[in-house]
């Protein structure tokens, strides 16, 4: 069994990681575009000032930093098979406006119907009370499937009009639940009370425990970086090959895949996985796409991120005691680019009472998404080799278009897109909101697949090939 993986991002390297382990004999090859593998995990190795050194090397996560293993049962299963430490870390918020007016903070621990600290307005922690108690349920009731929130929160509200006031108050809308929204990365670029009511919902459970237990969110010591690489030797341990700098085209047909590699030279393997965005699957298939491929991978679509390290405490709340872990924005009427959120690394990384970052620790660190007011450069953190602390990503959005979408890649009783002419496709894209554990989902399940279409008679690529979805 000879298999591609194009793109080398945590799906890719989970599906080599969890076919070799279902099939040792298989040989694998993973081509990735960039000069290292990860995708959008970026671990930034900064010189952080203080008062008594001129610099403290200490690091920040400005893509994938965080994991709730309260939910992410797969994922902390591997950390723990790979070894990779990681810690708890403050789960605490805070909610404010840039001016100030409006500031209240979540301590950690905080679930509905609790007594945890909360300095939450009343009708705000109405709201969230109802919100964590009832969305969970409403969010499997197949008649909210292409709900928006807007029209969530308005079915609810109507539902109460025998009670004296709104099941979820405007004030925990507009001050909680649409900042909390604003900052998800998988937001699109308008008002966040469009989105996909069964999305937000996903990130809310898997995230921030609601509907189950309370959160335990970690970090992994040394950055997420440290799990990747744990999971790269892995891989190379068990003689799987890892391609970086490639550039790929990708001709798929019923007795299998011919990669183009670097414009030269052909290779032919039973079957190749897309592990890339959508929109780079469209570009790369070059032969063997389908009507059907072609129906659901042009349902999604990108938006681009920029995170930057900094020192600049604009971008915090106003009343520096109202500093959290996660600092989400208040912004009224807000139209475009709504995806932004400010961390507070020294909180984050839970360093505070670590006498190795004493010196660091006093001098408190951000990493902002998208900062919704310029940072000046000279508050731009520098990293180990000098240049500027900022990362780019490309995400896709998940509204209800895609969510059908992601259905259709599926499809029933393996009769989806997933295996015509010998392509098969994973990514955050396909499954959920493209969080790690949806991530490895998506990897096992194609995996499962692939084993079963190569494997068994009835399903032969010749068959796949002439399937509709």
């Not at 008594?52 to 939910?71: E, K, P, Q």
């Given at each position: 069994m000879k298999i591609a993986i194009v793109g080398a991002g945590i799906s890719g390297l989970l599906a080599a990681y969890l076919l070799k382990k279902k099939r040792p004999?298989?040989?694998?090859?993973?081509?990735?575009?960039?000069?290292?593998?990860?995708?959008?995990?970026?671990?930034?190795?900064?010189?952080?000032?203080?008062?008594?050194?001129?610099?403290?090397?200490?690091w920040a996560d400005l893509g994938v930093n965080d994991f709730n293993i309260a939910t992410y049962k797969n994922i902390l299963a591997l950390l723990k098979e790979l070894k990779v430490p990681y810690k708890p870390l403050e789960n605490s918020a805070a909610f404010s406006t840039l001016d100030g007016s409006i500031s209240y903070v979540i301590e950690p621990g905080y679930k509905a119907g609790t007594r945890s600290f909360t300095t939450m307005p009343a009708d705000v922690?109405?709201?969230?009370?109802?919100?964590?108690?009832?969305?969970?349920?409403?969010?499997?009731?197949?008649?909210?499937?292409?709900?928006?929130?807007?029209?969530?929160?308005?079915?609810?509200?109507?539902?109460?009009?025998?009670?004296?006031?709104?099941f979820y108050p405007a004030a925990f809308v507009e001050y909680n639940l649409y900042p909390r929204i604003n900052g998800m990365y998988f937001v699109n670029d308008t008002a966040p009370s469009t989105m996909s009511f069964v999305a937000i919902m996903n990130h809310y459970c898997l995230q921030e425990g609601f509907g189950g237990d309370l959160p335990e969110r970690v970090y992994i010591e040394g950055g997420c970086q440290t799990w990747?690489?744990?999971?790269?030797?892995?891989?190379?341990?068990?003689?799987?090959?890892?391609?970086?700098?490639?550039?790929?085209?990708?001709?798929?047909?019923?007795?299998?895949?011919?990669?183009?590699?670097?414009?030269?030279e052909y290779e032919h393997f039973?079957?190749?996985?897309?592990?890339?965005?959508?929109?780079?699957?469209?570009?790369?298939?070059?032969?063997?796409?389908?009507?059907?491929?072609?129906?659901?991978?042009?349902?999604?679509?990108?938006?681009?991120?920029?995170?930057?390290?900094?020192?600049?405490?604009?971008?915090?709340?106003?009343?520096?005691?109202?500093?959290?872990?996660?600092?989400?924005?208040i912004q009224r009427d807000v139209q475009l680019r709504p995806y932004t959120i400010s961390y507070v690394c020294n909180r984050h990384q839970n360093d505070a009472n670590n006498r190795l970052y004493q010196d660091a620790n006093e001098m408190e660190y951000f990493v902002t998404l998208n900062p919704a007011i310029p940072i000046p450069e000279e508050y731009v953190l520098k990293q180990s080799d000098g240049t500027p602390a900022q990362a780019y990503f490309k995400h896709?959005?998940?509204?209800?278009?895609?969510?059908?979408?992601?259905?259709?890649?599926?499809?029933?009783?393996?009769?989806g897109v997933q295996g015509q002419n010998s392509i098969y496709f994973t990514?955050?894209?396909?499954?959920?909101?493209?969080?790690?554990?949806?991530c490895y989902s998506s990897a096992q399940q194609v995996v499962d697949l692939?084993?079963?279409?190569?494997?068994?008679?009835?399903?032969?690529?010749?068959?796949?090939?002439?399937?509709?979805?």
């Amino acid at each position: 069994m000879k298999i591609a993986i194009v793109g080398a991002g945590i799906s890719g390297l989970l599906a080599a990681y969890l076919l070799k382990k279902k099939r040792p004999d298989a040989s694998i090859t993973i081509f990735e575009k960039d000069t290292q593998v990860g995708g959008n995990v970026h671990t930034a190795q900064l010189n952080v000032g203080s008062s008594h050194h001129s610099s403290v090397l200490r690091w920040a996560d400005l893509g994938v930093n965080d994991f709730n293993i309260a939910t992410y049962k797969n994922i902390l299963a591997l950390l723990k098979e790979l070894k990779v430490p990681y810690k708890p870390l403050e789960n605490s918020a805070a909610f404010s406006t840039l001016d100030g007016s409006i500031s209240y903070v979540i301590e950690p621990g905080y679930k509905a119907g609790t007594r945890s600290f909360t300095t939450m307005p009343a009708d705000v922690q109405k709201g969230f009370d109802n919100f964590s108690r009832q969305a969970p349920l409403d969010c499997q009731d197949p008649q909210f499937a292409e709900f928006t929130i807007a029209e969530y929160i308005q079915y609810r509200n109507e539902k109460n009009l025998d009670h004296d006031c709104d099941f979820y108050p405007a004030a925990f809308v507009e001050y909680n639940l649409y900042p909390r929204i604003n900052g998800m990365y998988f937001v699109n670029d308008t008002a966040p009370s469009t989105m996909s009511f069964v999305a937000i919902m996903n990130h809310y459970c898997l995230q921030e425990g609601f509907g189950g237990d309370l959160p335990e969110r970690v970090y992994i010591e040394g950055g997420c970086q440290t799990w990747i690489d744990a999971l790269q030797n892995a891989l190379i341990q068990q003689g799987i090959s890892i391609v970086c700098n490639a550039c790929v085209q990708v001709l798929g047909g019923i007795s299998g895949v011919n990669i183009l590699i670097d414009h030269s030279e052909y290779e032919h393997f039973d079957a190749a996985i897309m592990a890339c965005h959508a929109s780079t699957s469209l570009q790369l298939l070059q032969q063997g796409i389908t009507n059907d491929m072609v129906r659901v991978l042009s349902q999604f679509n990108y938006s681009n991120s920029v995170a930057v390290a900094h020192t600049y405490a604009s971008l915090l709340p106003l009343n520096k005691d109202h500093w959290r872990t996660y600092n989400l924005l208040i912004q009224r009427d807000v139209q475009l680019r709504p995806y932004t959120i400010s961390y507070v690394c020294n909180r984050h990384q839970n360093d505070a009472n670590n006498r190795l970052y004493q010196d660091a620790n006093e001098m408190e660190y951000f990493v902002t998404l998208n900062p919704a007011i310029p940072i000046p450069e000279e508050y731009v953190l520098k990293q180990s080799d000098g240049t500027p602390a900022q990362a780019y990503f490309k995400h896709n959005m998940v509204n209800t278009e895609s969510l059908k979408a992601q259905k259709l890649l599926w499809g029933r009783h393996r009769r989806g897109v997933q295996g015509q002419n010998s392509i098969y496709f994973t990514g955050g894209w396909t499954w959920g909101t493209g969080l790690h554990e949806d991530c490895y989902s998506s990897a096992q399940q194609v995996v499962d697949l692939l084993l079963v279409h190569l494997l068994e008679p009835e399903w032969s690529t010749l068959e796949l090939s002439k399937m509709s979805a």
